[in-house]
């Protein structure tokens, strides 16, 4: 299992930046990774966008950790249209391959994430874990009578389950695929942002198994130093 960080964002860099001068950055990534059952996890992709003193700081962490067995870093020289173009930056690493889609600056706090622990088929196609939420910045699911989702809404609170924001993907090809034809349809999303949860409803509408398992976590989105602080 492979797991991908597309960071390669201008915020992103600035936020880093400042750990970095405050002495926070390491702490951080810490706590990134021990989000994660990282014993499950053969590689490790972060794509970045270019700052020679980020690289080489995430170089050496990554170098130097006892709990990433392999990584790879993708610099890129300008932002993308969003998190999942970025994400598809890295195909030619991840053709076929069962990859976790998900971000540093997302905190899981407590107990690690374990996609096969909470999943009731790990042979899905989409495993993405729902949390209780109502916070309007969020994607939520919509279920029919039989408890079933059958489509997810960006920014919009239809219920209290909201997607967590990592997602595993069984086969990254097919989520390459599914990504493609949307771009395609809606010819590269030029009237709005392109979002995870448009491949997953591209998913779902067209009968592959999606799974939405309820967790209980304390979940926390780093946007400044200030959030970060609240957690160390």
Same mark, same amino acid.
């Given at each position: ?33 021990? %989000?994660? #059952?990282?014993? +499950?996890?053969?590689? &490790? @992709?972060?794509?970045? =966008?270019?700052?020679?003193? *980020?690289? $080489?700081? /995430? ?30 930056? %890295?195909? #030619?690493?991840? +053709?076929?391959?069962? &990859? @976790?889609?998900?971000? =540093?600056?997302?905190?899981? *706090?407590? $107990?690690? /994430? ?119």
């Amino acid at each position: 299992m492979i797991l991908l960080f597309p960071q390669a964002t201008d915020s992103f860099n600035k936020l880093f930046i400042a750990m970095i001068e405050k002495s926070c950055a390491h702490s951080f990534l810490n706590k990134s990774f021990d %989000s994660y #059952s990282m014993n +499950k996890v053969s590689k &490790v @992709i972060l794509i970045v =966008l270019e700052n020679k003193v *980020i690289e $080489d700081y /995430l170089n050496e962490y990554l170098c130097n950790s006892k709990i990433i067995k392999d990584f790879e870093m993708i610099v890129l020289k300008k932002e993308t249209s969003g998190s999942i173009c970025t994400s598809l930056m %890295s195909i #030619s690493s991840l +053709k076929n391959q069962e &990859v @976790i889609i998900s971000a =540093l600056d997302q905190i899981i *706090i407590g $107990d690690q /994430l374990d996609f096969h622990q909470i999943a009731i088929n790990n042979n899905s196609d989409i495993i993405a874990p729902t949390f209780n939420s109502d916070d309007p910045s969020l994607c939520f699911t919509l279920k029919d009578d039989k408890n079933k989702v059958i489509q997810l809404f960006e920014k919009k609170v239809v219920s209290n389950n909201a997607i967590l924001g990592i997602y595993m993907i069984k086969n990254f090809s097919t989520f390459y695929k599914n990504c493609y034809d949307l771009l395609l349809k809606y010819k590269g999303f030029q009237e709005r942002v392109f979002y995870t949860s448009d491949v997953i409803n591209n998913y779902i509408g067209q009968g592959f198994e999606c799974e939405f398992p309820s967790i209980e976590t304390k979940y926390s989105k780093i946007r400044s130093l200030n959030d970060l602080e609240e957690i160390l």
